[in-house]
């Protein structure tokens, strides 16, 4: 999880969540918190996989 970035942080979180994770990302989860905050959520395929 990266944690709650402001808006204008979203874009650079998930391109920096892709870089660390690669092909492993399945999903990835934006949740807006309130007040132009977001909660960025980060699921790989490890993860992924127990949910089966």
Same mark, same amino acid.
Request: hydrophobic share 40%.
């Given at each position: 999880?990266?944690? %709650? %970035?402001?808006?204008?942080?979203? @874009? @650079?979180?998930?391109?920096?969540?892709?870089?660390?994770?690669?092909?492993?990302?399945?999903?990835?989860?934006?949740?807006?918190?309130?007040?132009?905050?977001?909660?960025?959520?980060?699921?790989?395929?490890?993860?992924?996989?127990?949910?089966?």
């Amino acid at each position: 999880m990266a944690g %709650v %970035v402001p808006l204008y942080l979203v @874009q @650079q979180i998930v391109a920096a969540e892709v870089s660390r994770y690669g092909r492993a990302v399945r999903e990835i989860h934006i949740v807006r918190t309130g007040c132009h905050f977001y909660t960025v959520t980060t699921v790989t395929g490890q993860e992924a996989a127990g949910h089966d």
